[in-house]
């Protein structure tokens, strides 16, 4: 099985990079986040071409998340199940040959006091309690941009970006509080010492330079670490200049 997590920031612009990108790496399950489009306008027809069947959650101009699966999926279920939070499209969850894969845009946050950093911190909270209803032998594939660098080696400048959104310590370990449940970084876990980014600024080139963060991840159950193969991150879609790229790229992993 190979499973990939990929921010899009926004399907309708990045369709026709994922579709090729796809050709390229014709992954089993592909989760999406960032959509921005109502249902209705999702591509399933084009991914239907290359034999994915896509369950969607989103709304309009924000948010939104996907799983486009090559095998079946059951117990469908999009969003947390409450209006409150539900407001906002961010999660969505299916079973697949019996693993539990669930797919989350955390928000982005703001600056430490500000009413979009409370809600960031208050959705990792909301996030915990929906997966403490899991059994910790479920075989759960938890994935999505976390929008958290977990710790220094995951930017490229720790002293430049220290405080700031994305490494502010309230933040990790809001991360790592998940990560308590049982879960476990998988790229971390086949490469501790590797530094690999996921998203990188627009502004400045930063892909060129390698001025990035690892903040899209693939986190796994314990019942899954032994048949773990391979994490990789293909920084191939982010490097196209046409058509334009999504600020992040696609973490894939292989079962």
């Keep these: 099985m190979k499973i990939a997590t990929y921010n899009v920031n926004s399907i309708r ?3 026709d990079l ?30 239907e071409a290359l034999d994915y069947k896509s369950e969607v959650f989103s709304q309009k101009a924000y948010n939104g998340v996907a799983i486009c699966s090559k095998l079946p999926m059951t117990e469908v279920r999009k969003g947390f199940g ?43 909270k909301r996030l915990l309690e929906y997966l403490k209803v899991f059994s ?13 660098a977990r710790t220094d080696l995951d930017v ?12 502010m310590r309230e933040e990790r370990e809001a991360l790592e509080e998940i990560l308590k449940l049982g879960f476990i970084d998988s790229f971390r876990h086949l490469y501790p010492e590797r530094q690999q980014f996921t998203w990188w600024d627009y502004m400045g080139g930063g892909i060129w330079k390698n001025e990035g963060m690892r903040i899209d991840y ?15 991150v293909d920084t191939w879609p982010r490097k196209r200049r046409e058509p334009k790229p999504s600020d992040h790229t696609p973490v894939v992993a292989v079962f």
């Design 18 to 47: 994922l579709i090729e990108w796809l050709k390229r790496e014709p992954v089993d399950i592909l989760c999406l986040q960032e959509l921005k489009t109502e249902e209705d306008k999702f591509p399933y027809e084009d991914l």
């Design 218 to 232: 693939i986190l796994i159950s314990e019942q899954l670490k032994e048949v773990l193969k391979e994490v990789k």
């Design 136 to 148: 910790p032998f479920d075989k759960i594939i938890l994935l999505g941009d976390m929008n958290v």
């Design 82 to 124: 409450d209006s409150k939070w539900d407001e906002q499209k961010r999660i969505i969850s299916a079973v697949i040959d019996g693993i539990r894969i669930i797919n989350v845009y955390i928000p982005h946050g703001d600056m430490r006091g500000e009413e979009k950093y409370y809600y960031k911190l208050d959705f990792y």
């Design 13 to 15: 612009t990045r369709k």
């Design 156 to 167: 490229f400048d720790p002293v430049f970006l220290k405080d700031t959104i994305g490494t």
